[in-house]
């Protein structure tokens, strides 16, 4: 590495009273060829202590075999540094000194001073040593709530922007479409509505922040065949239109998000690192996106030797910048040959020209280019943030309280106040209960890091943050109680000789809390998270076994039994949930989800949560989905099976009762663009205080494509006292009934549309209808993408 700090350029890209556009091409054009390919460039440090065991990324070691040594790699300067704290274990100031470090060799080795920009994972909070585990994606989906997550990704984005990072790559904006796919607890939900306006809301929130947020992974990655990670992905164009992409142009257009990262699996055979269709005409052309597209981690490498799109990384590097993909993560492989492709003819110069220039457009905009002359950059850090804050982990148990779904409640089991189990036995059952790693998702820094090493390693039980278990929670909740405790099985292995002391234990209580669900793990070492598939929706290991044991033992003794499910996917409970008598769903409700499930159940909390995705009765007769069109619904006489979920989408009770009332249609007819207002009443009839989720859906009666029986367009949150009522109105634009025809147009089809009311995808007590008039209309450009709510 060579210190050219004395031979530094300086000129109009330094000054920042100038626009950025003109600070760009001053400085692209004094760059040689080499200075504009190394901004296309990454490095990633994988240092790690000897004895950890496993990987971080798919196939880390092989691809990894090529990388050049960080002084080399650097030569001429850098894009991205890959996960300077997310790596290995680094308090703040240790991974602060390393930040410095190679910073000021990336500004040394270049003769303008450029620095990288730094690069973590955010899926579930800031994936470092000793920071917040918040609730993973799938809770922010049963939130309902953009503004909560909003708030959230602002938090997380200040911590890193605290300790000297510039990008987080979250959030997830994958369609679920199988829930037998490991990555389900990364995503919102099966919704594309849920999707795109929670999954904005935290573009919004990290970007306030002053992180630029990626969206992954674009575009198909969930559909995967069979639910298998990296498969291939067999959908037509109206799928991938209507239901993958609207989350995505909806963060692009009203987020407007800094960066988006290519999906791994290819789409009827074209790799979407290769696709200038996917990354140039609609992302940018289509949609205006003026960001920088990065590569998911060797997925350029992956043209070559998983997709065959390629003969050589050369090949590999000249499709995926064509197409659109700007820079290579998580460390410099085919691009390195950009240069010489350029100069044997093989490559035109304006395309590296073009992908150079966004980068160093998002550098100035960061303000990493601001120092003059004399002045070298060096990344702000504090070393006194507190990665887990007071603040940081009562938002986190906003979020985990509001996350929680309570499928079901027979006869009011539920709440079980601490007054009443005075005196009495709580049989607190199952594998989930004294394991804090079950609270968390697989890109959490305790699940993705600290457990590869050895028990004990570290405090808090290896976790390094403090996480009280679902069974110390309810220890305290219930002080007053009796509590035993018997895991029963493990969540993981197929071990059932524990079980029988798990269903005396039930036998003998007042009440039996049964907990089962998730160990979230990379490429096969859980049951949930990347690379951890499943072949059906059974319980993992012997979890099945010990329910129903549970439950046997329990209707012998007449004692009611709460089964918690903590988990990254819906799994099937049509086998037990009748036997039960309450079920409460957490979708891996991160550090502070065990105080929050046994505040629920106390009757602290009022339940909150709807299903993001639905809860199936059967484990086979995957994939299934609420959005479906007729034939994919229940289809008695045509097949034997019914997928027909337990518990459908936007599902959730709540500790009093709601009714709805007086639905209105503001007109009987509407033009095919125009606006219509659909309004309601919902009233608490109950004696409890309720959060109520107000939903509106859609049907197309006649279409010149089959579509969805029923879709969300709309949903509102109606917090109510006991006896109160409110009047809740949607403002519907005729876009939110467009769809792509048979042409591969989006278009607005005159026609009846149903319109609903109601508490979820299979309870909608309120109808009525509209009728689009005027001519067919074909919707082009920027359209209307939400559904506006307001009370009164």
């Avoid at 550090?591 to 602290?604: C, D, F, N, T």
């Amino acid at each position: 590495m060579t210190d050219v700090t004395a031979e530094r350029l300086t000129g109009a890209w330094n000054d920042a009273s100038r626009p950025v556009a003109e600070r760009v091409e001053a400085l692209l054009a004094e760059m040689t060829l080499e200075e504009k390919v190394s901004q296309l460039g990454s490095h990633w440090e994988m240092r790690q202590d000897e004895e950890a065991q496993g990987e971080v990324a798919p196939m880390e070691s092989a691809m990894s075999a090529g990388k050049l040594p960080f002084e080399q790699e650097i030569v001429d300067g850098e894009g991205q540094l890959t996960r300077t704290y997310g790596t290995t274990a680094l308090s703040v100031p240790e991974g602060a000194a390393d930040l410095r470090e190679r910073q000021a060799a990336v500004v040394a080795a270049n003769r303008f001073g450029i620095p990288a920009v730094a690069h973590e994972e955010c899926l579930t909070g800031f994936t470092a040593y000793q920071a917040t585990v918040y609730p993973t994606s799938l809770a922010w989906g049963a939130t309902f709530d953009p503004e909560l997550v909003e708030e959230m990704a602002a938090a997380i984005g200040a911590d890193m922007a605290a300790v000297g990072v510039q990008q987080g790559l979250s959030p997830v904006l994958d369609v679920v479409r199988d829930a037998r796919w490991g990555r389900v607890e990364e995503t919102i939900g099966e919704d594309p509505h849920v999707v795109g306006t929670v999954g904005t809301a935290y573009v919004k929130g990290l970007q306030k922040a002053g992180i630029i947020a990626t969206l992954k992974h674009f575009a198909g990655y969930a559909a995967s065949r069979a639910g298998r990670n990296h498969a291939p992905v067999h959908i037509g164009p109206r799928e991938l239109h209507d239901l993958i992409l609207p989350p995505f142009e909806m963060a692009v257009r009203e987020g407007q998000v800094g960066s988006v990262m290519n999906s791994y699996a290819d789409i009827d055979g074209e790799p979407p690192a290769a696709s200038r269709r996917l990354l140039t005409e609609i992302l940018r052309d289509e949609w205006g996106f003026e960001g920088t597209v990065v590569a998911d981690y060797w997925s350029v490498a992956f043209l070559e030797s998983m997709h065959r799109a390629a003969a050589d990384q050369a090949e590999a590097a000249r499709l995926a910048v064509s197409a659109g993909l700007d820079v290579e993560l998580p460390h410099t492989g085919g691009y390195r040959t950009l240069a010489q492709q350029v100069r044997d003819g093989k490559l035109d110069e304006a395309i590296v020209d073009r992908s150079a220039r966004r980068v160093l457009r998002q550098k100035i905009e960061l303000g990493l280019l601001d120092a003059g002359a004399g002045e070298t950059w060096e990344p702000a850090v504090d070393e006194s943030t507190d990665l887990d804050s007071a603040s940081n982990r009562a938002l986190a148990k906003k979020v985990a309280e509001r996350s929680l779904v309570l499928l079901k409640n027979d006869d009011g089991v539920l709440p079980a106040r601490p007054e009443s189990l005075s005196g009495k036995r709580v049989a607190v059952v199952g594998p989930s209960a004294d394991e804090p790693r079950t609270m968390m998702g697989c890109y959490s820094f305790p699940n993705h890091v600290l457990a590869k090493y050895p028990a004990g390693t570290f405090p808090h039980r290896g976790i390094g943050v403090p996480m009280p278990t679902i069974l110390e929670s309810l220890r305290e909740a219930w002080g007053g109680a009796e509590i035993t405790h018997a895991s029963g099985c493990p969540i993981v292995e197929h071990d059932a000789s524990r079980i029988a002391e798990a269903a005396e234990q039930a036998a003998a209580a007042d009440l039996a809390v049964v907990t089962v669900g998730d160990l979230a793990g990379m490429f096969g070492a859980g049951t949930s998270g990347e690379g951890c598939d499943v072949e059906d929706l059974r319980l993992p290991g012997a979890q099945q076994e010990l329910v129903e044991a549970v439950l046997d033992a329990a209707e012998a003794s007449s004692t009611p039994v709460v089964l918690a499910v903590v988990s990254g996917r819906p799994y099937a409970l049509g086998a037990v949930a009748e036997r039960c008598a309450a079920i409460v769903q957490a979708f891996f409700p991160g550090e502070e989800g065990g105080p929050a499930l046994a505040e629920l159940l106390s009757g602290s909390i009022e339940p909150a949560g709807r299903l993001p995705i639905s809860v199936p009765a059967l484990p086979g007769g995957q994939p299934a989905g609420y959005l479906a069109a007729p034939l994919g619904q229940n289809s008695e006489g045509v097949s034997n099976l019914d997928p027909t979920p337990l518990y459908p989408f936007g599902h959730g009770l709540s500790y009093t009762t709601v009714e709805y009332s007086g639905l209105q249609v503001s007109a009987a007819e509407m033009p095919v663009d125009g606006t219509v207002e659909v309004s309601a009443t919902v009233t608490n009839s109950g004696e409890r205080p309720v959060d109520e989720l107000v939903q509106l859906y859609v049907g197309d009666r006649i279409a010149q494509v089959a579509r969805p029986v029923r879709q969300l367009i709309g949903y509102a949150r109606v917090e109510l006292a006991p006896g109160e009522s409110r009047r809740v109105t949607f403002e519907v634009h005729a876009d939110r009934f467009s769809f792509i025809g048979v042409d591969l147009r989006r278009i607005v089809e005159p026609g009846t549309m149903d319109l609903w009311i109601g508490r979820s995808a299979g309870d909608l007590p309120l109808a009525g209808e509209v009728e689009l008039t005027g001519a067919l209309r074909e919707v082009t450009g920027a359209r209307v993408m939400t559904t506006p709510a307001r009370e009164g």
